[in-house]
């Protein structure tokens, strides 16, 4: 092997749970500001336990049982939601851990367009000042640009 690829297994299908490895030890974002605990409480962190639990995907709380994630993320039953925390390496006092119950992938998802999902938790998360639902802006109110309204990709 030299580190190249398995040349036995190109072209095939990568097993699912393959899909979640995690590739970086440390963040990709380019500038921006670290975020204060409780500035963002509808974000939660989705993570499998393929090398020890750990981050693959983000989600945003709809509400105390429902996230709303990317299609491509394919959260399975039993990978851990967490929320209520900034830092992935600290779950902290204030984190909330549930564990994904259902999910359901958009029907027409293509593997570009409908990339979206809905995970459905085994037990509702506790609204407080740390964790709670995203909000839409009222009718006439422009959005403000935080987590997910736009993004640099290379």
């Given amino acids: 092997m030299n580190g190249f690829a398995d040349f036995e297994t190109a072209g095939r299908m990568i097993p699912p749970r393959v899909r979640h490895m995690r590739k970086f030890t440390h963040g990709k974002i380019v500038g921006g500001e670290p975020a204060e605990l409780g500035q963002f409480p509808y974000q ?23 996230l ?9 039953v039993g990978d851990k939601v967490v929320a209520g925390i900034i830092n992935l390496d600290d779950e902290g006092p204030e984190a909330q851990i549930r564990r ?18 809905v995970v459905t938790l085994d037990e509702p998360f506790v609204f407080n000042e740390f964790v709670g639902p995203v909000t839409l802006p009222l009718d006439g109110q422009q959005p403000s640009n935080e987590p997910g309204r736009s993004l640099t990709s290379i």
């Fill in 100 to 117: 994904v119950d259902r999910v359901v992938i958009h029907p027409q998802y293509s593997g570009v367009e409908n990339d979206v999902a």
């Fill in 68 to 76: 709303l994630t990317a299609g491509h993320c394919d959260p399975y």
């Fill in 44 to 66: 939660a962190s989705i993570q499998d336990d393929i090398f020890g639990w750990g981050h693959y995907c983000g989600a945003s709380i709809l509400n105390s049982t429902h």
